[in-house]
């Protein structure tokens, strides 16, 4: 089982993660780099979904909150580049 496969997404950007799992690979990103992309997604759709917010909530100033409280939290990858790259590919 690769560490890709091992990311569990829900929430209202569950519907994506496959489609998303296939871009980052086509891309070229390594296993280990796609799986951070989809841990920070599925960060990003349990953040939405605890504050019953849908994906065409997300908003540069939501994308703004989300990134304030995973730094709040101790996360120190939350570059704003990397979620740009998630929304990108669900519109």
């Not at 908003?59 to 909150?65: C, G, S």
């Not at 409280?69 to 590919?89: E, I, M, P, T």
Request: proline share 5%; no cysteine.
């Amino acid at each position: 089982m690769n560490v890709q496969s091992r990311v569990r997404v829900v929430g209202p950007m569950a519907p994506y993660v496959d489609g998303f799992r296939t871009e980052l690979a086509a891309r070229g990103y390594t296993p280990l780099s796609a799986a951070n992309h989809l841990r920070l997604m599925a960060h990003m759709s349990r953040w939405l979904h605890g504050r019953r917010l849908q994906l065409q909530d997300l908003t540069p100033p939501r994308i703004d909150q989300f990134l304030r409280a995973r730094r709040h939290a101790g996360y120190l990858d939350g570059r704003r580049g990397q979620v740009s790259v998630g929304n990108a590919h669900a519109r």
